[in-house]
Protein backbone atom coordinates (compact mmCIF):
# COMPACT_ATOMS: atom_id res chain seq x y z
CA UNK A 1 0.00 0.00 0.00
CA UNK A 2 1.36 3.80 -0.55
CA UNK A 3 1.82 6.17 1.38
CA UNK A 4 0.39 9.24 0.81
CA UNK A 5 1.16 12.53 2.60
CA UNK A 6 -0.24 16.27 1.53
CA UNK A 7 1.43 19.31 2.75
CA UNK A 8 0.94 23.02 1.53
CA UNK A 9 -2.06 23.91 3.47
CA UNK A 10 -2.72 26.62 5.07
CA UNK A 11 -4.77 30.47 5.66
CA UNK A 12 -5.02 32.31 2.63
CA UNK A 13 -7.14 35.47 1.87
CA UNK A 14 -9.62 35.27 -0.99
CA UNK A 15 -7.88 35.72 -4.49
CA UNK A 16 -4.60 34.48 -3.47
CA UNK A 17 -2.72 31.38 -4.22
CA UNK A 18 -1.77 27.59 -2.68
CA UNK A 19 -0.04 25.11 -3.91
CA UNK A 20 -0.47 21.63 -2.74
CA UNK A 21 2.16 18.69 -2.59
CA UNK A 22 1.17 15.08 -2.10
CA UNK A 23 4.29 12.94 -1.85
CA UNK A 24 3.78 8.97 -2.12
CA UNK A 25 6.26 6.68 -0.32
CA UNK A 26 6.19 4.29 -3.38
CA UNK A 27 6.48 4.77 -7.48
CA UNK A 28 2.85 5.92 -8.60
CA UNK A 29 4.02 6.22 -12.86
CA UNK A 30 1.14 3.88 -14.01
CA UNK A 31 -1.43 5.34 -11.20
CA UNK A 32 -4.54 7.96 -11.80
CA UNK A 33 -4.00 10.43 -8.82
CA UNK A 34 -6.69 12.29 -7.49
CA UNK A 35 -7.17 15.34 -5.25
CA UNK A 36 -10.33 15.68 -3.19
CA UNK A 37 -11.84 17.94 -0.38
CA UNK A 38 -13.91 17.80 2.28
CA UNK A 39 -16.11 20.89 3.91
CA UNK A 40 -17.34 20.57 7.07
CA UNK A 41 -20.70 19.29 7.17
CA UNK A 42 -19.79 18.50 3.26
CA UNK A 43 -19.50 15.15 1.37
CA UNK A 44 -16.20 14.78 0.29
CA UNK A 45 -15.86 15.76 -3.28
CA UNK A 46 -13.34 14.93 -6.25
CA UNK A 47 -11.42 17.86 -7.35
CA UNK A 48 -9.46 16.78 -9.88
CA UNK A 49 -7.39 13.94 -11.23
CA UNK A 50 -4.40 13.15 -13.62
CA UNK A 51 -3.97 10.00 -15.57
CA UNK A 52 -0.63 8.16 -15.89
CA UNK A 53 -0.36 9.98 -19.27
CA UNK A 54 -1.34 13.47 -18.01
CA UNK A 55 -4.72 13.78 -18.78
CA UNK A 56 -6.65 15.78 -16.42
CA UNK A 57 -10.41 16.23 -14.69
CA UNK A 58 -12.04 19.04 -12.58
CA UNK A 59 -14.71 19.80 -10.92
CA UNK A 60 -16.65 22.72 -12.58
CA UNK A 61 -16.20 24.32 -9.95
CA UNK A 62 -12.13 25.10 -9.99
CA UNK A 63 -12.08 24.65 -13.41
CA UNK A 64 -9.58 27.76 -14.61
CA UNK A 65 -8.58 27.89 -11.08
CA UNK A 66 -6.58 24.99 -10.15
CA UNK A 67 -4.18 22.88 -11.88
CA UNK A 68 -3.58 19.16 -11.00
CA UNK A 69 0.16 18.35 -11.84
CA UNK A 70 2.57 15.28 -11.71
CA UNK A 71 6.48 14.78 -11.14
CA UNK A 72 6.49 11.38 -11.17
CA UNK A 73 10.28 10.81 -10.76
CA UNK A 74 9.74 12.71 -7.51
CA UNK A 75 6.12 10.36 -6.72
CA UNK A 76 4.22 13.72 -6.09
CA UNK A 77 1.55 15.19 -6.94
CA UNK A 78 0.41 18.99 -6.60
CA UNK A 79 -2.29 21.06 -6.91
CA UNK A 80 -1.63 24.62 -7.71
CA UNK A 81 -4.79 26.50 -6.38
CA UNK A 82 -5.51 30.32 -7.69
CA UNK A 83 -7.98 32.86 -7.60
CA UNK A 84 -8.75 31.19 -3.90
CA UNK A 85 -12.22 31.83 -2.62
CA UNK A 86 -13.87 31.00 0.75
CA UNK A 87 -15.44 28.16 -0.30
CA UNK A 88 -12.81 26.28 -1.78
CA UNK A 89 -12.58 26.09 2.18
CA UNK A 90 -11.71 22.19 2.96
CA UNK A 91 -9.91 19.48 4.07
CA UNK A 92 -7.79 18.64 0.60
CA UNK A 93 -6.99 14.99 0.64
CA UNK A 94 -4.63 12.92 -1.99
CA UNK A 95 -5.81 9.41 -2.93
CA UNK A 96 -4.79 6.30 -5.52
CA UNK A 97 -6.26 3.03 -6.01
CA UNK A 98 -3.85 -0.10 -6.76
CA UNK A 99 -3.52 -3.62 -5.55
CA UNK A 100 -7.15 -3.38 -4.39
CA UNK A 101 -6.87 -0.60 -2.28
CA UNK A 102 -7.66 2.53 -1.72
CA UNK A 103 -5.13 4.84 -0.62
CA UNK A 104 -5.91 8.31 1.19
CA UNK A 105 -3.30 10.86 2.84
CA UNK A 106 -4.65 12.51 6.09
CA UNK A 107 -5.15 15.67 4.24
CA UNK A 108 -4.22 19.32 4.45
CA UNK A 109 -6.44 22.00 5.27
CA UNK A 110 -6.82 25.54 3.49
CA UNK A 111 -8.56 27.78 4.89
CA UNK A 112 -9.76 31.33 2.70
CA UNK A 113 -10.72 34.19 4.10
CA UNK A 114 -13.26 36.57 2.88
Known amino acids: QVQLVESGGGLVQAGGSLRLSCAAS???????MYWYRQAPGKNRELVAS???????TYVDSVKGRFTISRDNAKNTVFLQMNTLKPEDTAVYYC?????????WGKGTLVTVSS
Open 95 to 103: YLYRSGMDC
Open 26 to 32: RIIVMNT
Open 50 to 56: ISSIGET
